[in-house]
């Protein structure tokens, strides 16, 4: 069988228990969404943001792409961004990343993929601001954890610099910006303690985190 047929057969399996739960499920949610989360995460995927959340559709509104990356002249991502900053009124944001991140682990290489290592050149630059804290570590796999975090933080922080969160704060919108990292070992998520809301300073934040990182590290 085809494997369209497949995943067809699977849908329509899929449809009818939740149906069996809930009649309404679908008719409800065919007249608005209105999630309290918006998720941007790796593409990975053994990464499937609504399932490690536990979430059903309709509670989460997900951006993803190689390596969870945010970057400031990306209009996918910055439209994603406003719709559920402007139009959704999300209050938080979660930037979640993952070990075993094959894009942080080609970026931390510089192995050659192909048209995608041009994306990852955005994960080097987190990789090259913090190369002394990356150099401490002999072993190659704590290594790649270690930009894992990096490169969430990071982006939390390239979040919170976006014009679209920057307004919404300055209008009073509650709205909070998280580092999460997920570990497809154990299918748990960390909280990084990286957390930016209204009012808080993001470089503050930053250090914060940083220093959790190292804790963290420390701790083994
Ligand atoms: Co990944």
Known sequence: MPQQHRLIANNRRWADKIRAADPEFFAKLSHQQSPEFLWIGCA?????????VGLMPGEIFVHRNVANVVVHT?????????????VLNVNDIIVCGHYGCGGVTAALANSRQGLVDNWLRHVQDVMRRHEALLAQLADATDRARLLCELNVIEQVVNVCQTTLVQSAWDRGQPLTVRGWIYDIADGLIQDLSMKVGRGDDVGQAQRGALA????????G
């Open 44 to 52: 990975d995927s053994r990464v499937p943001a609504n399932e490690i």
């Open 74 to 86: 990306d209009l996918n991502c910055l439209s994603v961004i406003q719709y559920a900053v402007d």
């Open 212 to 219: 959790a990182t190292a804790a963290r590290r420390a701790r």
